[in-house]
């Protein structure tokens, strides 16, 4: 079954990122990569990726078949989102079971939740 495990930011993981020596953000990222490793070494990763700070997000709107885009994140909130992973595992423990392993779950801003299909039979 697919889980998509959501990585979160707020103000005081920014601020923690932010304090982090050039060298401690590369041993971070690196952490993820290995992550990474291990789920495709598994089998269990679809697909991952970080996302860039929610300033440079773009809103984008159609009316009456034109596209008007605005700068800035979708909606005002606490916490962006930072990251995916979309996982093929045996069961929703084990989705938890990685998403624990994210730094990001110590400070409570990492989600799991099951993906569903466009398979309208399981709607």
């Known amino acids: 079954m697919k889980y998509v495990v959501l990585i979160y930011s707020n103000a005081g993981s920014r601020k923690l990122w932010e304090q982090f020596s ?6 971070g990222l690196a952490y993820y990569a290995g992550i990474d490793a291990e789920l495709e070494a598994s089998g269990e990763l679809v697909a991952s990726q970080a996302l860039a700070d ?9 009316d009456e078949g ?16 930072a990251g ?9 423990e084990r989705a ?15 989600e799991v939740r099951p993906a569903r299909s466009l398979d309208v039979a399981e709607w």
């Open 54 to 62: 929610h300033t440079t997000a773009k809103r984008v709107r159609v």
């Open 66 to 81: 034109r596209t008007f885009t605005t700068d800035g994140p979708f909606a005002e909130a606490k916490e962006h989102l």
């Open 84 to 92: 995916i992973y979309l996982l093929d595992v045996a069961s929703e």
């Open 96 to 110: 938890v079971e990685i998403a624990a392993k994210l730094p990001e779950a110590s400070l409570g801003l990492v």
């Open 22 to 27: 050039e060298a401690e953000r590369g041993a």
